[in-house]
């Protein structure tokens, strides 16, 4: 049975795509989580992170099994935020016991090289809902920018894009930035991605979304 943090402190970190959890000191150094921590103690330190603007977190005391692994917790974490939908990338757990996070067996206590393996999976698929879906008109495969721009702005989701297309191999790539319109209901937008079933060539016709996100940090001056 590991030593609980109410004792001695053992933490972990989360990390979300680029970002690792950095906020809290309850597990050690900045952004450790207890390992027994509460579910709000979770939900506070990810929604602390830029890309994350909501998330529900419940937590689920597991029973020991005897003689294979003893009792411990697992967290439900559910994004239901607008900043992350669709595909949503893992959530990983990271620096368990260790990179300043505290490792309560290392105190005496039981922690570090007596825990389970961590583990970190997906229950249940990531999905957009198919009515809030929606689809331009069919785009040439040479469309100049202004088609690409009107094709985007007619979707009443969208706003005001800034389209600049250059020839790329054998084809084009097309730069569209999106413009949010102050008080647009649809902030942030949807990802966007292309279909390609209507292209045909000799060799290997295909199309690729590539999503880039700019994000202003302020800095001290």
Known sequence: ????????????????????TERTTAGGAGGCLKWDGDASDVKSELESLALID??????EDLPAIPGVVGS?????VTFTGLNVRGNVSPLQMVDVGSNGCLDAHMLGGTFGEDIAPVSVEQVEIPYVPFYEIQTTVDIP?????ADVKAALEALSQACT???????NRHGYSWDVTFVES?????????ALS???????????PGVLVLDVQLVEVATDT
């Open 161 to 167: 894009v800034d389209v600049s297309r250059k020839i």
């Open 54 to 59: 909501e998330v529900e977190v419940t937590r």
């Open 1 to 20: 049975t590991l030593t609980p943090s109410n004792v001695l402190s053992s933490g972990f970190r989360l990390r979300f795509n680029s970002e690792t």
């Open 194 to 204: 292309a279909n390609g079933e209507k292209l045909s060539a000799n060799v290997d």
């Open 182 to 190: 102050e008080g647009s209901p649809y902030s942030p937008l949807l």
């Open 72 to 76: 411990g917790v697992k967290y439900y």
């Open 141 to 145: 495969y040479d469309a100049s920018s």
